[in-house]
DNA sequence: GCAAAAACACTAATATCATTAGTATTTTAT
DNA sequence: ATAAAATACTAATGATATTAGTGTTTTTGC
């Protein structure tokens, strides 16, 4: 009956995704779990820092989510299947994404590590795509770039026309990769 | 000697400028202006619509300037300056552009409005390309996602090495003009 | 110039949260 | 069974946004 760590960072992250970060508070995290603010306090350490933690179990679920998606597939379309895993996440969860923005700006060495699990995945794909070493880094700022800034930008249409959002993306990446293919290839 | 509206707009975005949008608060506005925090009122309606304010005085200035960067240009090499003003404004003006981004979230029809006169522009460069007009769209939505995310997730580095992110820019730009022209040139 | 109106600043008070301190109770571990 | 740890509580503090009400300065209309 009594309130765990994951029962706190679980309920932040449903209100996060129902009523967006702004309306995330302790208060109301509170008032969810039938305890009082003070209370909160034997879980973490602050707003802050349960933000955070939010931000990290989201950021591990759409990595895992994202290594799933990558299985079986190589190449362009293990990249393609990997970023329509990222929108769909996303699309999901648009208020876990809002607080691994949040977290990208107020990190810790912690956020960075799991970040760069993300990009570990991603270099590993463009490797299947036979891209040399040297261009590696070049390449993934480009990718990590555009599914960041297409699915932020996208994200309120996505809510309403999922399918059609996710083809979009899916059409971008070729596009970008036709470019990518046209400089870098061997 | 009286402070004015526009004396507000501009403490707060020289102070999320210089301490990041969190750090913005009308009690710091207040103090920098030697003033009491509630005689803000008489200038603002709250502290919503004073980072409202600050972002779409920052995203005019922003459409202002990538406009100037577009004369003279046509085409990739358009497409191209307008990236780099776009992504010269962010490292300027870093709090400012965390302001526009809480806006996308939390605007107005007026942030809509201002919103798509930057879409205006890209549209007419989009077109000076050759491009069919049934691809705008397509075209738009990428271009628009990688300059919002790349230029994101490069701004830590960027304010280091502003040369360096701003060339590596152009190239990623060029990356993706080259898989535009490959799908859609007639 | 002068009276009225508007703009602008102030103090005082209220509301909402986050956070800390200190205490009691329940669960866990030895 | 008892000591320790975990968890909950109440009460208090501090920071900030916001409102109400008031006085003063500046601007406007004549």
Chains 1, 2 share one sequence.
């Not at 109301?28 to 039938?34: F, G, N, R």
């Not at 879980?43 to 989510?65: C, F, P, Q, T, Y």
């Not at 607080?99 to 700006?105: D, E, F, L, N, S």
Request: proline share 2%.
């Amino acid at each position: 009956m009594r309130v765990t760590k994951a029962d706190v960072i679980q309920t932040a992250s449903d209100m996060a995704d129902k009523n967006g970060l702004s309306n995330v508070s302790l208060k109301a995290v509170a008032e969810s779990l039938h305890i009082r603010t003070p209370s909160l306090y034997n879980h973490i350490d602050s707003l802050e820092s349960l933000l955070r933690e939010v931000a990290h179990k989201g950021m591990k679920a759409m990595n895992e989510r994202m290594v799933q998606a990558a299985i079986g597939k190589i190449g362009d379309t293990a990249i393609k299947g990997v970023g329509i895993e990222y929108l769909s996440y996303m699309i999901e969860h648009p208020g876990i994404y809002e607080t691994i923005q949040w977290a990208t700006w107020h990190g810790t060495e912690q956020t960075g590590e799991i970040f760069r699990n993300y990009l570990s995945l991603l270099k590993t794909l463009i490797l299947s795509c036979d891209f040399k070493q040297t261009d590696i880094d070049e390449i993934l700022n480009l990718l990590t770039g555009v599914l960041h800034g297409y699915t932020t930008l996208q994200l309120r249409y996505a809510f309403h026309k999922p399918e059609e959002v996710k083809a979009a993306l899916a059409d971008a990446l070729d596009t970008v990769l036709l470019g990518l293919h046209q400089k870098y290839d061997q």
